[in-house]
């Protein structure tokens, strides 16, 4: 029979009383105040607080290059789309991230992978997005697959060639969505490297009628969508995720009541991400209040990347949401945790400490979970465990 772990005297998010799991097989077992010991390996918790491990639901992790010059020049007073419009951005990213092989993009993307993991992080979704072509495109799933086999952490992989028009592209967008988004889908998927299907829709880059051949291609292909909507302008994205029912719609600044309303209907997942809000000193706030009375599920995730959000901690991400956004510890911890999985499809597989799902939890040295929203700065980890195995502390 396989070997049961026991953690005892774990105070749980959610519950009074000292808890016990137990743990077969790499899943939860069972959870409650009275489970025996015998014949188990124990772990002492000691009080402290024990969580879901985190979920880091919408990264673009692997990618190559630096992109700091960008901060200096939007501390000068230049703005995310005139940035973009002078060849940097998404742009710059591409160029250095087309100059990298599979080994070169994973060997770029293992620290910050590591900073995730470090805070207790079990769960990471990477995009592709800044290859803008199918052959360094597929080498940025091949290599966010690989970072599966080299560390203790579930990769969920989103195909995101619909990002932006390549500089000196010769033809339209419409062009470039059926023979490189859609051309290069069908071949990333066939080779298995696909897990969704992603896209910017927002002035800059790609219209809601543009994108839709995608996503009618992507639910053919039998692949779930997400889209990057409503950041920087209102540019009408929402309605079409909401009807192809997407798992998230991400970043939602410049949502409607109406959008909110779409997303509450279609079960889709607000992804919010205040690590680009901060560093782009944006003003327009996602409809936080509007999206808790309408009952949405909202996600946190830091939205790592090289040039709007150079973020790998949830911790900060927590506190972000919290400070910048108005949002609850409750509803922050929520947000990395069981609305995260949500995000990526994966509400029966992890996110929760429940019997049946992954045994993938953290041990905090905290008491309660306002000490992991409240505080800068300060990684309290006391142990990351994730499949039942103990990979941190």
Partial sequence: MTQRKIWINATMTGSDAPQRIAVAGGRIEAVGTDLSPEGAEVFDCAGRLVTPAFIDCHTHLVYGGDRTGEFEARLEGADYQQIARAGGGIAASMRATRALDVAGLVAAALPRLDALLAEGTSTVEVKSGYGLDIDTEMRMLRAARRLEELRPVRIRTTWLAAHALPPGYDGTKADYIRDVAIAGLERAHAEGLVDAVDAFCEGIAFSAGEIAPLFARARALGLPVKLHTEQLTRSGGTLLAAEHGALSVDHFEYATVE??????????????????????????????????????????????????SPLTSLLLTMNMGAVLYGMNVRECLDGVTVHAARALGLAGETGRVVPGLSADFTIWDVERPAQLVGRLGLNPLHMRIFQGDVTHG
């Fill in 259 to 308: 959008d909110v309303a779409a997303i509450r209907a279609s079960g889709t997942v607000a992804v919010l991400l205040p690590g680009a809000f901060y560093m782009l000193r944006e003003t327009q706030k996602p409809p936080v209040s509007a999206l808790r009375a309408a009952g949405v599920p909202m996600a946190l995730a830091t939205d790592c990347n090289p040039g709007t």
